[in-house]
């Protein structure tokens, strides 16, 4: 039998060691603890509005199961397997966190089986490879999708997720259009949330960084032929992730906008997170950081539409016709993923009613005519992965386009960043869009 060492027996991140040493297991940190002057500090920098948040900008469609998926699971089945203390990884200190390269010691796992009556009990395992047939839909077809959220470890030391019922809502629409089954998404966020309670001490101490989680549904029927699947795994896996993509020293980064690719288009899945939506866009990727920009502008149409950044939406705040600033994105026409960052950014502009926000789509030609007049004033992508990324740089049609995001004098991106970070890490306190986690 192998033995544990004292420093395996540190490592172990269950509930009652956490609880003992809770002090000497920051492993996955390079921030010590925060004293309480700090932290009245940060809620004092941070941009708290006594109005009430509006709950969406745009309601998510409402899920309706289809009756012959079955019955659902419940999270009151769930068990649990621990990893053995041998099983279990060291962790990685934040400031060499990367984005997706580290995992945590387990996973979530539930299997839909139609032939057993559909969704089985869900199960907490040690993170372990899958075996699955050759013939498995999900290597054929691409019958596979996906979700990004995060747990934030905030100041007050309480570990929070943000706005999880339209991740579920976003993942269930996408099960519908992929011909997989749909299921109860509060009860698996009480699933994953007991997956990121036991593995806890791997949410970094640290505002630089934070568990991204990836719920994931792939379709292993063991048989070939395009069809709805009738076996599924819906699974969770657990990174602790720094920054998603490197700006420049400015913080900015710098797009490739080129009409020759597009991203989606209508009555197509672009409005849905699936696998199949991703890989073509890898190589464009490339094409981009051959040329030293950093991500690519998605473009639709013969007027050259502004549709996403990278994997992100896309805001424009400007001087409209009538001298009033306004904030535009595009609309969710079915050519964007309705962004969850998105939608949380349309409520908050709204609420504070100090531009105008509209949803409506714009161009190249319009970008471009904005800046000749001097009225442009911000461009910036939105999403999980890295909240608000300002953009300073269009490479469109062989020329470089400036953009005056990182010029403002108050920007508007930078108040938004804060606004939801405060929200994630707990500076602002109690707000509805932060469900905390025991
Ligand atoms: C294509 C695309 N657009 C936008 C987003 C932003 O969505 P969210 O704000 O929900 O992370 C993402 C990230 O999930 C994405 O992959």
Redesign the pocket.
Known sequence: MATVSTKQVFRIQHRLLRKVFQQHLRLCSNQSLRTKQQLQDDYDNCYVEPQETAQFATPPEKIVHDQDVGPQFSAKDLGVRLAAPGQLQPKPDADDLGFGKHFTDHMLKVFYHKNLGGWQKPEITPLENLVMHPAAKVLHYAVELFE?MKAYRGVDGKIRLFRPDMNMSRMNLTARRSGLPTFDGREYVNCMARLISIDQEWVPHTEAASLYIRPTLIGIDPTLGVASSDSALLYTILCPVGTYFKADTSGAVSLLADPKYTRAWPGGVGNR?MGSNYAPTINVQKEASKKGLQQVLWLYGDDHQLT?VG???IFMLHVNEQGEKELVTPPLDGL??P????DSILALGRQWGQFKVTERKFTMPEVIQLLEKGRLLELFG????CVVSPINRIHYLDQDYYIPTMDQEKPVFQKLCDTLTGIQYGKIKDHPWAVTID
């Open positions: 990004g997170k996403e994997t992100m939406n964007i993923l962004g969850i960052t998105r939105t999403g999980t992965a």
